[in-house]
């Protein structure tokens, strides 16, 4: 019997893994993962009658096909997550926790499932999917340290973007590892200094560039800029987006990063109003995402105009 943990590069998906293994340690498991935007990650899996996988903060329905023949093949699935799912399936084989509520993320879901046990990783992660307020809430009580669980949860969400992995400064899995070895964030803050200097330095190096963006779009409902095509672009892009949202709440946003003769796209709607960005992003070819944040892995540069009607549009 096989067991695999696949998981989105991103805070969110690397945390919840995080928890779940602290409360129910898998050791042999396959770790299935990538940068924050390689979500098809099922079509890596191969399984066998009676397999266990274990997926986190993927999209169910960009990975509906290899879903069905998972479990059409026998194997026993967990899946969380956030983002739109699609028509789900039913099939005795599958433990679905889908919330796809706009103030939700994978890391709470799975806070849920755990009773709170691991409370301080979910508001690391939930603070690194821009959910500050939420995150601040679920603290109450506990005594944390809330502004170093919160830059450690954008570092390690930090992490998770880029055109390909060799963009990031640690691959997800090895992050997640380095995370795992901890119950608690802050023994990984005490105990790894080297993981976090890196990250440290990494992010505050980006953010000079992305401060320096083109303004496409500017109106007091909405901002698209567009950032060089460079590996310091690709990694800041989503973060940045975030940061922008948490300045100006009332304003939706959109981080447009060359990528050759294309785009990679990720889109904010309001925090006022976490509603939209989904439903935007899906209207192009290899959109996707959840209301409150979504993106498009490939805009053809000549599909920029569109974007921007569509993105005044929907904001």
Known sequence: MA???VFNGDADGVISLVQLRRACPRPEAKLVTGRKRDINLLDRVDVQKGDHVTVLDISMRSNMDDLNRILDAGANVFYADHHNAGDQPQH?????VIDTSPEICTALL????????????????TFGDNFPKIARAKAAGFDLPVEQLERLGMLVNYNGYGADVSDLHFHPADLYKALAKFDTPMEFLAGNKTVINK????????????QNAKILDESTKGLVIELDDAAASRRISGVYGNQLAQEYPNRAHAVLTRNGDSYVVSVRAPLSNRKGADDLCLQFETGGGRSAAAGINILPEGDVDRFIDAFIGAF
């Open 3 to 5: 067991t695999f943990d």
């Open 92 to 96: 005795d084989n599958l433990h679905a």
């Open 199 to 210: 990250l440290n330095n990494g992010y505050e190096s980006d953010l000079a560039t992305a």
């Open 110 to 125: 799975v806070d849920d499932c755990l009773s709170g046990a691991y409370r301080a990783w979910a508001v690391t992660a």
